[in-house]
């Protein structure tokens, strides 16, 4: 998916303008796993205005944001039927996404594929097709087009039950756990 870019800053006497209008360029496609992709739309290291002109994110070296940090990705996911063809090859995949998807595919549980914890609090929104979100227990909830959800810090899981890609908007702002 190509996704237009537009990033504001100031300019001529901090006169507010736009600095860049363009295609995101922090975007991967996996090839292990063909309809799986992640673009890093915007990263902050801590609440901070960048310069005209300077992007953080292709400097980002964890999707998973530190406490204080954010990170706005951009993830389509393909059916899960793909990861039952007889091509799919699962150690591939789990190592192209330890590269391009650092920060989150070592929180990814062994024996549960997908399910995972972050210490996070994500705000996602379905931009495009239907996906389930799954919980503790096994327990899912399906996820339509603009739909949104608030990720608190819990294990869970996306599933694409559908038989087309889903794309989800998510903006990850790194936490810290308070004792209950």
Same mark, same amino acid.
């Given at each position: ?89 699962? @150690? ?51 996820? @339509? @087009?603009?739909?949104?959800?608030? @990720? ?29």
């Amino acid at each position: 998916m190509d996704v237009r870019r537009v990033v504001t800053g100031y300019a001529n006497g901090n006169k507010s303008v736009v600095v860049t209008d363009g295609p995101a360029t922090n975007h991967y496609e996996m090839k292990s796993l063909p309809g799986f992709a992640r673009t890093i739309l915007w990263s902050t290291n801590s609440p901070a205005l960048y310069p005209a002109g300077e992007d953080p994110a292709p400097s980002v070296t964890s999707l998973h944001p530190e406490p204080g940090e954010t990170r706005c990705l951009l993830l389509t996911l393909p059916p899960d039927s793909s990861m039952g063809s007889a091509d799919f090859d699962p @150690q591939a995949f789990f190592a192209e996404g330890l590269e391009h998807c650092p920060g989150i595919f070592e929180r990814m549980e062994a024996d549960h594929p997908g399910m995972h914890q972050t210490d996070s609090v994500d705000y996602v929104m379905v931009v495009d097709g239907e996906i389930w979100l799954e919980l503790d227990n096994g327990e899912t909830t399906r996820l @339509q @087009q603009h739909d949104f959800v608030i @990720q608190n810090g819990t294990r869970h899981g996306w599933r694409n039950k559908s038989s087309a890609p889903a794309t989800i908007l998510a903006i990850l702002i790194g936490a810290r756990r308070r004792d209950a």
